[in-house]
């Protein structure tokens, strides 16, 4: 076991690479371009833009040293059978999930408003994971994946801070996983709810996790392998 030493907030934490997951969530279509869910619930998109050049930092960094890397996906079924009707009737949305838009029905697998941005798309091997709600292991079978590889910490980047991302870390916070928040990975249609996102993860000695950054990590890693 080699242990590598990142800097984060509140404390710096030392990692495992074998034992660790960059877990990028949810950098859709649907919710980075015009025409998909995140601006049919009324959101300026273009402030997850910032989130794609550290993701593909992260995602640079976590292939080059065989870190396992999950990307998740939020969407339903095309027949709407997992998609809570509470979720769907919600809100006064310029369109529903399941209904028609540019980049197909909003927030359905298969559609492709659904998949993830261009910039960032899973290179073969790497785990895609389709889920029906904000955290990434309500209802899937991440936490068998993590499990079977051995995973004791997740690197997590995405949007939006404080909904998917959020809600992810707090499951895997309560699943004894140590969970750190790569900030600049993350983005909001808030920015006020992005800083104090990260703020709630890192405060009172971390009580969900730790937050650190995407070149932070990188950088570890490589002095990780040049000292190998
Ligand atoms: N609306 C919003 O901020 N987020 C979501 O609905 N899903 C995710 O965060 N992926």
């Known amino acids: 076991m080699s242990m590598t030493r990142l800097i984060a907030e509140p404390e710096p934490i030392a990692f495992d690479p074998a034992r660790t997951a960059l877990v990028i969530i949810?950098?859709?279509?649907?919710?980075?371009?015009?025409?998909?869910?995140?601006?049919?619930?009324?959101?300026?998109?273009?402030?997850?833009?910032a989130a794609i050049g550290p993701c593909r930092v992260a995602l640079a960094a976590a292939r080059e040293a065989g870190i396992l890397?999950?990307?998740?996906?939020?969407?339903?079924?095309?027949?709407?059978?997992?998609a809570p009707p509470a979720k769907i009737a919600?809100?006064?949305?310029?369109?529903?999930?399941?209904?028609?838009?540019?980049m197909g029905r909003i927030l359905i697998r298969g559609e492709i408003g659904h998949d993830i941005v261009d910039e960032l798309a899973p290179a073969?091997?790497?785990?895609?994971?389709?889920?029906?709600?904000?955290?990434?292991?309500?209802?899937?079978?991440?936490?068998?994946?993590?499990?079977?590889?051995?995973?004791?910490?997740?690197?997590?980047?995405?949007?939006?801070?404080?909904?998917?991302?959020?809600?992810?870390?707090?499951?895997?916070?309560d699943r004894g996983y140590r969970c750190v928040a790569l900030a600049d990975a993350?983005?909001?249609?808030?920015?006020?709810?992005?800083?104090?996102?990260?703020?709630?993860?890192?405060?009172?000695?971390?009580?969900f996790g730790w937050v650190s950054d995407a070149s932070s990590f990188a950088g570890a890693l490589r002095s990780d392998a040049q000292a190998a």
């Open 124 to 173: 073969p091997g790497e785990v895609v994971l389709d889920k029906p709600g904000k955290g990434a292991f309500h209802q899937t079978d991440l936490e068998q994946i993590l499990r079977n590889n051995a995973i004791d910490t997740l690197m997590v980047g995405g949007v939006t801070t404080e909904v998917c991302v959020h809600t992810t870390i707090r499951e895997g916070n």
């Open 26 to 49: 949810d950098m859709q279509r649907d919710f980075l371009l015009p025409g998909g869910f995140g601006e049919s619930l009324g959101n300026d998109v273009s402030l997850l833009q």
């Open 69 to 82: 890397v999950i990307h998740t996906r939020e969407g339903h079924r095309p027949d709407l059978a997992d």
């Open 90 to 102: 919600r809100g006064a949305p310029s369109k529903r999930i399941g209904d028609p838009g540019p």
């Open 186 to 207: 993350c983005a909001s249609y808030f920015p006020e709810f992005h800083r104090v996102g990260l703020d709630m993860i890192k405060a009172q000695g971390g009580i």
